[in-house]
């Protein structure tokens, strides 16, 4: 199995965590997207979605699949997303595609986060990939020096403004020991909107693609 293979059949694995009458989170990127082409052919079972982008929210009506606004939903039943890297205890990297803050909340609003991913995003240290961090863009300069006095070394991701008007730091060079420590600690860098650390809340399951099949961790 090639990482696309590997990726739709997370994909497709994570339909049976769809729970029929309800609405479900849905993330951002090519494993979440390829989520969204299966979750098509069962769309009339669901209530309906809420998204965690732009792009995820258009292709998911391209399907007709609806989508709701948070604020207009009582409850999400699971949530379903990709990541960039996770541990084996299920604590994430996620941002790489600059979704992050809205991945956040849809995730901490569900019941339920099903993370699906390839095995190459399995990994034992969390920070080989770069750490996003979404900034406001008048704190951007401050923001990057508190980083580098923690250890990183942050780069502007050129050219890119999120969902919500911000930009994006990715943090280089960091080997995460202790990643709710320093999800909480980045949290409280005035100007942060969100890191990409998803250890305070992990994800529940992950199913992860692997080149035997589909492994389950929970
Ligand atoms: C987007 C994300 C994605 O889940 C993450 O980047 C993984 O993407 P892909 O499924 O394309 O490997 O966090 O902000």
Redesign the pocket.
Known sequence: MNQNEM?KAVAEAALDYVEAGTIIGV????????FIDALADIKHKIDGTVA??VASAKRLESHGIEVFELNMVNEISVYI????ETTKYLQ?????????TR?KIVAAASRKFVC???ES?LVDILGAFPL?IEVIPMARSYVARELVKLGGEPVLREGFTTDNGNVILDIHGLQIMEPTKLEAQLNNIAGVVTN?LFAIRPADVLLLGTSEGVKTLA
């Not at 994430?92 to 992050?100: E, M, S």
């Open positions: 990726k993330g951002t990127g090519s494993t979440a997207n390829l965690s982008s997303d990709g990541a960039d994430l990297i996620k941002g790489g595609g600059g979704a992050l991945e699906i991913a390839d995003k996003p990409g």
